[in-house]
């Protein structure tokens, strides 16, 4: 029997405001003191009156135009009624039928190769904001509850199902991740609870159903199997495997004849299995009506007078076009806004640090047009690899970096006209990363000696003791056995801790063995 897996992915995602959705309470769910960051209205306290936040609502736009998506004209709060400790009000207060935004789409690059692309497009239902719950703690037998969260402005997501596999679902949360913090609505840390996403994983046999405008419709009268929704998915590798189980263990069911209700089930990541968790109801089940203390709204008005920053893909695909990167190291100098601010600053400065160099021939313009495939494999491999990995060993982020993008643009001109060698870049690289200084690279090379070098004298003498101490291969060599030339160009490199120009070495060697 043929199965297809329909994936759906709801995020929610922890908005920066200074105070939290319907009352002037700190934004502050991190406070050390549990219920220090609370009032009457995020508590539920009879006859409390909730104000929205504009700064939420603003933010919330913002994610919808990101997205793509229309802004409606009117926009309202709803009731969603349903009974739970975390829940004060024994309601929430949320979007139901006319939420800010709907109807976007997200493109997802996956890179195969250095300059080889697939591109999935990802549509979005829906971006309605809403207010967090307060916080459960369980010990022992005993259930606490920190309202520190109670409240705080909540941006919710939904995609239509159009998700192919567990992968696309854990590329779209990792690439919207990066577009809410370029749009610096939420710093998004999953580790911390400030982006939730939840998966609705449903196997069906295959054939027997459509996906029309994102709504899943069954064919031939047939009734479809009950969506799963799967939640507990804390960082992007449990969305991956969270799925891939969740749909095996559908497909298990489906082959013993089994079926299973509609129902909300958790990750647990210490057996890498889902749980039930409870039954799940349907929108009638949350009897929703309009919140009767706060009036409709206008966000479309509010559209108008907000204006996006350039956004991640748009900006990887400019670093391909315009600084010649490839899609991989494009796409990696992007996931970091202040990563690819620090890239532009250093593709700036290395033509002007080129130009000064009288190994490099030409304008800035000249040299940045002519040269720009060679400056930007070079510049992506410092910056993508070499500076990145350093970075990652350390736990350091980019703005831990002192050196400033001239000095790291002035290292890899080094490399670019061989003043200096990779082995010795890469020394001169930690010590800049380790430093709290911003480090001159040619201070460095010159005071440790890791230049490459230039004196023909010397070079002549590393030459002559390599000969001399391979008389059989220089036997071989002059005999005609020319295939031994890159074995002495090795021997000088290792000699010489690789600091002569293997050009100048081999020229050396050539003159030396034939005369």
């Known amino acids: 029997m043929a199965y297809t897996t329909i994936i759906g992915m709801e995020v929610h995602v922890a908005l920066n405001t200074k105070t939290k959705m319907f009352c002037p309470c700190t934004n502050n769910p991190e406070s050390e003191e549990p219920n220090s960051q609370i009032c009457d209205v995020c508590t539920g306290q009879p006859g409390s009156l909730p104000t929205p936040n504009k700064e939420a609502i603003i933010s919330t736009i913002k994610v919808g135009k990101a997205l793509g998506c229309s802004i409606l004209p009117v926009s309202k709060f709803d009731r969603k009624q349903y009974f739970y400790p975390d829940l004060p009000k024994g309601y929430q207060i949320s979007q139901y039928d006319e939420p800010i935004a709907k109807n976007g789409k997200i493109e997802l690059q996956f890179i195969l190769e250095k300059n080889i692309r697939n591109t999935a497009i990802i549509g979005i239902e829906r971006v309605h904001l809403e207010e967090d719950t307060a916080k459960l703690t369980h010990k022992n037998d005993k259930t606490l509850v920190d309202f520190n969260r109670s409240g705080l402005p909540l941006v919710e997501i939904v995609t239509k199902p159009d998700f192919m596999s567990a992968t696309e679902a854990k590329k779209y949360c990792q690439e919207l991740q990066t577009l809410l913090r370029y749009l610096g609505v939420s710093d998004a840390h999953m580790e911390k609870g400030q982006m939730r996403c939840e998966a609705n994983i449903s196997v069906q046999t295959a054939g027997t159903f459509e996906i029309v405008d994102g709504v899943v419709k069954p064919l031939h009268n047939v009734a479809l199997n009950p969506k799963v929704e799967l939640k507990n998915l804390n960082s992007f590798k449990s969305v991956e495997r969270g799925i891939i189980f969740e749909t095996e263990r559908q497909i298990s069911l489906l082959e013993q004849n089994q079926t299973w209700t509609q129902q909300t089930r958790g990750w647990d990541e210490a057996k890498q299995e889902t749980v039930l968790q409870r039954k799940k109801g349907g929108a009638a089940d949350y009897r929703y009506f309009p919140e009767p203390d706060i009036p409709p709204f206008h966000p479309e008005n509010i559209a108008g007078t907000i204006s996006l920053p350039e956004l ?204």
């Open 312 to 515: 991640p893909l748009q900006k990887q695909k400019r670093f391909h076009s315009e600084y010649g990167f490839s899609y991989a190291d494009s796409h990696i100098l992007t996931q970091q806004k202040a990563l690819a601010n620090f890239t532009e600053s250093v593709m700036s400065e290395i033509t002007d640090w080129l130009h000064t160099m009288p190994e490099v021939k030409g304008s800035t313009e000249i040299i940045r047009e002519q040269k720009m495939q060679k400056i930007a494999r070079l510049t992506g491999t410092w910056l993508s690899n070499k500076l990145l990995g350093l970075l990652n060993e350390q736990k350091k982020s980019i703005e831990d970096f002192a050196v400033s993008p001239e000095n790291m643009a002035e290292l890899i001109a080094l490399i670019y006209t061989n003043k200096i060698n990779a082995m010795n870049a890469q020394k001169i690289l930690v010590q800049m990363v380790e430093s709290s200084n911003d480090l001159d690279p040619t201070h460095i090379m010159e005071e440790k000696g890791y230049g490459m070098v230039q004196d023909t004298q010397k070079i002549t003498e590393i030459v002559t003791d390599v000969i001399n101490t391979y008389p059989k291969q220089v036997a071989e060599y002059q005999s005609g056995k020319e295939a031994l030339l890159p074995f002495f160009i090795g021997m000088v490199m290792k000699a010489s801790e690789g600091t002569v120009d293997p050009k100048i070495a081999e020229e050396t060697l050539k003159n030396m063995l034939t005369n």
